[in-house]
Structure formats: C-alpha cells, structure tokens
C-alpha cells in the first residue's frame, strides 16, 4: 500500500501494478473522512494511515457501490461502531447486492463486481449538494446509477470515484482503454457517464482523484480532451 498526500487529500494505493484500488483519507480539523473502502484485506492499512496522521474517522463516503470500493466497509464498522456510513439511496442496492433495474432506467444491465457478503447498511443517504466536513455531494450517475462525487470547497479537490480513470491514460468512464480496460466494462451507462465527466469538468477541479490511478494535479485540460475523446470514440 502506498500512501500519497495531496494538500489534505491521503490517497491510499492498493496493489499498485496489478489491479490497482484507490482509498482516499480527506483530512478536516479534528476528524477524517474516508472516501471508499477498498479492497477487503485493505482496514487495517486504513487504520493504521489514520493512526499515523493521528485524527479519527468519523465519516465513510462511498462513491458507488461495486465490489472494488466497499470492500473494507464491514471491517472497519466493526473497528470503529461509531462511523457514520454513507452512500446514495440507488447505490444502496448494489452494496446490498441487488442489481435490479428500476423502472425508469431502461434495459441495459448494471455492470461490474456488486458485492454479495457486505453486511453493512448506510446510517445516512447521500443527497446531491448537501456538505459533509468540506465536502459536497455531487451526483455522477453513469459508471452506476447512483455513483457520487465529492468536491472539497477549501481546494476544489475533486473525488470522482470511477467517473474518471487516470490508470492506463486518462479516460472518461466508459472509454475504452487497452492497458486498464476494467472502468470501461464496469459502467452502466456511458452517455450518462459523458455527461456528469462535463459536470464535473464544470466545477473546475484543482485535483482529480478517482478510484483507479494517479492523482492528476491542475486535471481540466485532461478531463476536456478526454470528454472530446469519449465523444468521438460514443
Ligand atoms: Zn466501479
């Protein structure tokens, strides 16, 4: 596990070479805010990277609800009875292993690893726009129904889950890419995905940190050039 800091951003980097999972630790006064839970092996380096920068976790922000990124979540609700987890109502169903469509989503099917065993339930439902510590909730369906992101409105540092990739080149999810293809084959609905990659864009990033890869400092130039790659490639 490789831990890289970025202003008040704590990536945490799992399995770098192979299939490699980002955890992000958002430092605020007093308290941490983990963004994505990982793999299922991952806790106890959560833990440990919280202990070392010496603040608690007292919120668990889940940007979607695949396999990839919740998969430390019972674990550490076990280490820590207290913290309070949070996910969008649609995503809920996925961490619950239900890949059901809702009736107003169409036909295509929900892609990617859905967990089967998290026992874990939200304590809250994320809603778009509301602020948890510095972050606001941003809703960027298209990788899943529900996925989220997060803005920090001190540094416009912006996690994006899986809307984004940066492993294999920088890509929009949904766009195929040779050396890192997973992203692309996990996402439900890449016009959806296009348009919250411009929403996010909108917001004017100063750090794009996703799910999978790198974080990108100064990242609007990339993300621009990728939606247009996106849009040629749909
Ligand atoms: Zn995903």
Request: glycine fraction near 8%.
């Amino acid at each position: 596990m490789k831990v890289t800091k970025n202003g008040m951003v704590y990536q945490l980097a799992f399995l770098p070479r192979f299939f490699p999972v980002n955890c992000y630790l958002v430092e605020e006064e007093h308290t941490l805010t983990l963004v994505d839970a990982a793999l299922p092996y991952s806790s106890k380096a959560i833990l440990a990277t919280a202990a070392a920068i010496g603040k608690p976790i007292t919120e668990i922000l889940l940007t979607h609800g695949h396999q990839d990124h919740v998969g430390a979540l019972d674990e550490l609700k076990r280490s820590l009875p207290e913290v309070v987890v949070r996910i969008s109502a649609r995503d809920a169903r996925l961490l619950a292993g239900d890949r059901s469509l809702l009736p107003d989503e169409g036909e295509a099917p929900i892609r990617g690893g859905v967990p089967k065993r998290v026992q874990t339930r939200p304590d809250c439902l994320l809603q778009e726009g509301e602020g948890i510590g510095s972050l606001q909730v941003i809703a960027s369906p298209g990788h899943t129904p529900g996925s989220m992101a997060f803005l920090d409105l001190r540094s416009r540092a912006l996690l994006a889950g899986d809307a984004f990739q940066t492993r294999g080149g920088t890509a929009v999810s949904g766009t195929f890419k040779l050396w890192f293809p997973f992203p692309a084959m996990a996402t439900w609905d890449k016009e959806k995905a296009m348009e919250s990659a411009e929403k996010l864009l909108a917001l004017e990033p100063s750090l794009l940190a996703v799910g999978h890869g790198a974080m990108l400092n100064q990242p609007q130039s990339v993300m621009q050039h990728v939606i247009e790659e996106g849009r040629r490639g749909a």
